[in-house]
């Protein structure tokens, strides 16, 4: 499979907003539509918000499963980003799991 590095800061200054966060999903969607697996680099961002992973992740997950994860690897972040996208990503898991089919 072919694989792809993208780096936040080339598409936006943050990952606070909406608008970040929508940037993002917007590249890592064409990519994994086209067959990528996705290397997003977290350089130079020291904070994430719930706003932008509803954007970006969240997108993700809404529209191809979990699963989709599989295809994205996230490199040079923070512990505090690390630990963030962990939460995120498990109270996804949790909400998702309670809605129903």
């Known amino acids: ?10 598409f ?7 608008a970040d966060g ?8 064409n990519l994994l539509a ?4 996705v290397v997003i680099s977290f350089s130079g961002i020291n904070a994430v918000s719930t706003s932008f992973l509803n954007s970006f992740i969240g997108s993700l ?10 295809r994205v690897k996230i490199v040079d972040y923070t512990a505090s980003i690390a630990n963030f996208l962990k ?6 898991k949790s909400v998702s799991s309670t809605l129903p089919e």
């Open 87 to 92: 939460n995120y990503i498990a109270e996804l």
């Open 61 to 70: 997950v809404d529209q191809h499963g979990f699963n989709i994860l599989t």
């Open 34 to 37: 086209d067959g990528y697996t």
């Open 1 to 10: 499979m072919k694989t792809d590095k993208i780096t936040i800061t080339d």
């Open 22 to 29: 929508v940037a993002v999903y917007t590249v890592v969607n």
């Open 12 to 18: 936006s200054h943050t990952a606070l907003s909406n």
